[in-house]
């Protein structure tokens, strides 16, 4: 089992910035691919980004494109969120997953182990 800790989260003006952290324990040795999805208020979760276990393969949608940021310390276990330039459509609750495989994933059901999420509020 792995265990997901997101933190960061909260409340920010439009253009603002903050930064997620996710914090894995457990078996952390069987980690590959960490992820951040997103979800609105009456709408479905999305990718929003991933990156696999070395971190020199990153994705992420194109609707964050030059404004988020997917990093990960291995020696911390834990992967990281870099949030600029926020918009009010940025708002959601923003979850880690972890995918056991070796390649990244953008569907959800890829994915193995999921934190249990953290607000992200964008003022207008």
């Known amino acids: 089992q792995v265990q997901l800790v997101e933190s960061g989260g909260g409340l920010v003006q439009a253009g603002g910035s903050l930064r997620l952290s996710c914090a894995a324990s457990?078996?952390?040795?069987?980690?590959?691919?960490m992820g951040w999805f997103r979800q609105a208020p009456w709408k479905e979760r999305e990718f929003v980004a991933a990156?696999?276990?070395?971190?020199?393969?990153?994705y992420n949608v194109d609707s964050v494109e030059g404004r988020f940021t997917i990093s990960r310390d291995n020696a911390k276990n834990t992967v990281y969120l870099q949030m600029n330039s926020l918009k009010p459509v940025d708002t959601a609750v923003y979850y880690c997953?972890?995918?056991?495989?070796?390649?990244?994933?953008?569907?959800?059901?890829?994915?193995?182990?999921w934190g249990q999420g953290t607000q992200v509020t964008v003022s207008s």
């Open positions: 990156l696999n276990w070395s971190g020199d393969r990153t």
């Open positions: 457990g078996r952390t040795f069987i980690i590959y691919v």
């Open positions: 997953a972890v995918r056991k495989g070796l390649t990244i994933a953008t569907m959800g059901r890829e994915y193995d182990y």
